[in-house]
């Protein structure tokens, strides 16, 4: 998931299963051939954890620009796990981890 991080917060290139599964949203289909049963378990869950990780801080990260209104605290409140993740890894950016 640092990747993700790295990609929101670093501007570095996004990693693949982001990627992928981004791209998979904006054109509607399955990253492989066939039905949802054919695709590779792992993968599938590796793009669904990046796509989730991804949402929570960018929503985060627009959160907090506007903080300056109701938002930042309604949406701390809404969603204190990616909370949590986003306080872990600036403190893993930052070196503290």
């Not at 993700?4 to 990693?15: F, G, M, S, T």
């Not at 409140?77 to 930052?94: C, S, T």
Request: with cysteine; proline share 4%; net charge positive.
């Amino acid at each position: 998931m640092m990747g993700v991080w790295d990609y929101l917060h670093n501007k570095a290139q996004a990693p693949e299963n982001l990627t992928l599964a981004l791209r998979c949203r904006q054109w509607n289909t399955l990253p492989y051939a066939g039905g949802y049963l054919d695709q590779p378990i792992r993968r599938m869950k590796l793009m669904e954890l990046a796509l989730d990780f991804y949402e929570s801080i960018a929503g985060y990260m627009e959160a907090r620009k506007t903080r300056k209104d109701k938002n930042w605290i309604e949406w701390q409140k809404a969603h204190p796990h990616a909370v949590k993740i986003f306080g872990l890894a600036a403190k893993e950016d930052n070196g503290e981890i």
